[in-house]
């Protein structure tokens, strides 16, 4: 196997893994909110939302109680998507690492991930899409 092949081949089962590890949900907007249910939570720490307004994906975790955060997973360095990681998201372009609330750990990147404002009640998990928290 040439090496673009095997290059391709890890790459197609690199993300096939994390596809199968972090979920995509459905979420609706209402009132300049993204609302998903509170129950794709029920087993996941975590899940990736795509939304109409924005190229990539946000990442929704859940870290407690009515605690969630939100980020856009667009790595602040040259624009790769982040991929969540056991603790954290990393950019697979360049290596920067950055907590799950979009605080940057280690560079490349110099900026935090976008972060979104999350409410939570004891149904539905809503961000806000007016801007950044």
Do not use: N, W
Not at 25 to 50: N, P, Q, Y
């Amino acid at each position: 196997m040439d090496r673009r092949r095997f290059l391709v081949t890890c790459g197609a089962a690199t993300l096939a893994a994390a596809c199968v590890r972090i979920p995509y949900v459905t979420g609706r907007v209402d009132g300049g909110k993204l609302l998903i249910a509170r129950s794709e939570f029920a087993e996941k720490a975590g899940v990736l939302v795509e939304h109409a307004g924005f190229t990539f994906p946000l990442y929704v975790r859940h870290v407690q109680g009515d605690e969630f955060t939100a980020v856009l997973t667009r790595c602040t360095h040259r624009g790769c998507t982040v991929e969540p990681e056991d603790d954290g998201l990393v950019c697979p372009c360049h290596g920067s690492e950055f907590a799950f609330d979009g605080a940057l750990r280690k560079g490349p990147a110099e900026q935090p991930l976008t972060r979104f404002a999350v409410m939570a009640d004891a149904e539905t998990v809503a961000i806000a899409l007016g801007g950044p928290a």
